[in-house]
């Protein structure tokens, strides 16, 4: 589990929230959430099984390697122009996520970085919405 994940679930119930950690990924004793004083009784019970129940099964995690090896070479030719046309045009563009996303090493693909990046190839006409869904799943 991780707080990108576990943080939206308990906010759903629990609006009054300040906080949401995640000790031991693989621990859910050590997952737990701070709710602001105003948080009810019933929004209290609601995050406790949010806590207690939510499946702690990510989603897809690969290697770098792994991921890059999705795409193919035409998709890779036209992410890499992009990201070419956006310096020529001294911005950063999806460069910065791609970068953050290689640089996990083991790439979640639950991680609200991670589907940034698949919404901005989207947007950014880089990737189909079908091959997008293929890659990062």
């Known amino acids: 589990m991780n707080v990108e994940t576990l943080e939206p679930a308990v906010r759903a119930v629990c609006p009054m929230l300040i906080g949401v950690t995640v000790g031991d990924p693989d621990n859910r004793s050590t997952w ?12 209290r019970a609601a995050a406790d099984h949010v ?5 702690d099964d990510d989603l897809v995690i690969v290697t770098a390697e792994e991921f890059i090896a999705r795409f193919t070479n ?3 030719l036209a992410l890499e122009k992009e990201r070419r046309d956006d310096i020529a045009a001294n ?4 460069a910065k996520n791609w ?3 290689i640089a996990m090493g083991k790439i979640k693909m ?3 970085k991670v589907q940034s990046l698949k919404a901005d190839l989207v ?6 919405q079908a091959r997008a869904d ?3 799943s």
């Open 110 to 112: 639950d991680r609200q």
């Open 51 to 55: 806590i207690a129940t939510i499946p």
């Open 134 to 136: 293929e890659i990062f």
């Open 74 to 76: 035409a998709e890779y």
């Open 91 to 94: 911005k950063v563009g999806n």
């Open 99 to 101: 970068d953050q996303v």
């Open 123 to 128: 947007a950014g006409g880089v990737l189909t």
């Open 32 to 43: 737990s959430y701070q709710p602001s004083p105003d948080a009810t009784a019933e929004m």
